[in-house]
């Protein structure tokens, strides 16, 4: 087993990733593309990013032998995922080297420590409240929170986990239906719209970023990440460059991290939440700058220079979800890909999943060109081609 901390791992040896999800297919993708072998440890056998490795590890993540076998064979590990158990990471950790490290994950698993962190570096957030009983949800009854999001603090992902509470009185039951869990109560804010960072911090704590992307949701699922000139304020955008590398540096963080946030109706910028990983928001990147998130993440991992990624295209992305699977009547049926490949600037990328669900994510499509103007025109298109409801005025405002 590598006890190797630093160092630059030249091309040729193993990286190992924990979760097979295409994230990890994507980050094996990138780095096979530069010399290096990936191993992925899942518990899925056929997974997105096992079909494109050729070692894999098929285990839970907490089952010792697989962390062994990991360990032993890769010569620095990263997550794709970041709900991976913190006793297996802290592990991994004092085994083998890791980026990002066990405790800035454990931060990022965990709702109310992200908030609690942005608060302490003086990061805005929604108002909010912990609910873990009785207590708490009476407690939180006089507060200012209403109508509010109950979101659990853990495990909660593409709008899962989360109940509305439009008054004090539904916050037990809200609470109840969750499960009883630990649980953040956060009001329901009047958003202008969303953007995220993507950033890189290498172990030496040099940082890059890629400019914020401007984010549509739709049912709490990522519709649409948008990348141009004119898409978000100048100012807006350093803002939150500045807090998204402010967090970083306060978790002494390595790897690729994206902390997403909210802009409300008023112009205020509030830190929603963060990944410990590349980030769908980022996925246009592959497509649209000379190097990508994935590329980043390999590179914080094998301790490779970090350069400052340019973007040269503009770039629209659409997650393709499962429900495009599905035709009127509920049968299963492959989208018209070739009409949607004859779009300018169109790539496409699917994640190799066999089973299509309503809600999945099995793959997106990014649009480049030279313009915002244009990008949204062919994303348009696609759209219509795909019979993807269009989007309307607040979802891609002129700009
Ligand atoms: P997830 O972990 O599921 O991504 P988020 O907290 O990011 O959870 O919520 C998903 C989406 O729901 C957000 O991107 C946003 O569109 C909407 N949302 C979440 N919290 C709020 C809020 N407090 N006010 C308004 N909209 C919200
Ligand atoms: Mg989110």
């Known amino acids: ?67 062994h076998r990991i360990a032993r064979t890769a010569r620095a590990v990263t997550i794709e995922f970041e709900n991976v158990p913190a006793a297996a990471l802290q592990w991994l950790d004092q085994h083998v080297r890791l980026a990002p490290h066990a405790p800035a994950v454990a931060v990022c698993q965990d709702r109310a420590q992200e908030k609690a962190l942005f608060t302490r570096l003086g990061v805005a957030c929604a108002p909010h409240a912990r609910i873990d009983g009785a207590a708490t949800c009476g407690a939180a009854a006089s507060l200012p929170l209403f109508p509010g999001i109950l979101k659990t603090s853990r495990m909660g992902y593409d709008g899962k986990g989360q109940q509305s509470v439009h008054d004090a009185q539904q916050l037990r039951a809200a609470w109840d239906a969750l499960g009883g869990v630990d649980c953040v109560l956060e009001r329901r804010l009047e958003l ?46 350093e803002q939150a460059v500045r807090a998204a590398r402010g967090i970083a540096k306060g978790l002494g963080y390595v790897g690729v991290l994206c902390v997403e946030f909210f802009v409300t109706r008023g112009g205020e910028l509030l830190a929603n939440e963060m990944a410990p990983r590349p980030h769908n928001s980022g996925h246009h990147t592959i497509d649209s700058c000379d190097v990508s998130q994935f590329e980043l993440q390999w590179r914080c991992l094998v301790g490779a220079p970090l350069p400052q990624p340019r973007r040269h295209s503009a770039a629209l992305m659409l997650n393709l979800l499962g429900d495009l699977w599905f035709d009127a009547g ?53 759209c219509e081609r795909l019979g993807l409801r269009l989007p309307g005025a607040d979802e891609w405002p002129a700009g």
């Not at 791992?9 to 096979?32: D, E, H, N, T, Y």
């Open 1 to 67: 087993m590598s006890q190797e901390r630093d160092g630059f791992i030249a091309p040729g040896a193993v990286l190992g990733v924990l979760g097979g999800g295409q994230l990890g297919r994507m980050f094996a993708q990138s780095a096979q593309s530069a010399g290096y072998e990936v191993v992925v440890l899942e518990p899925q056998p056929a997974s997105p990013a096992a079909l494109v490795t050729t070692r894999n590890v098929a285990s839970d993540y907490d089952d010792t032998d697989g962390l």
């Open 330 to 382: 509920d049968a299963v049926r492959e989208p018209d890909w070739a009409s949607v490949l004859a779009l300018p600037g169109a790539h496409l990328h699917l994640y190799g999943k066999q089973q299509p669900r309503r809600g999945r994510k099995m793959g997106h499509l990014t649009f480049t060109a030279p313009g915002l103007r244009e990008v949204r025109e062919t994303a348009r298109q696609a």
């Open 192 to 237: 202008d719209f969303e953007l995220s960072v993507v950033l890189a911090r290498g172990a030496d704590g040099t940082t890059v970023h890629f400019e914020p992307q401007r984010n549509v949701h739709r049912d709490g699922i990522l519709f649409s990440s948008t990348a141009a000139a004119g898409v978000i304020d100048d100012a807006l955008a």
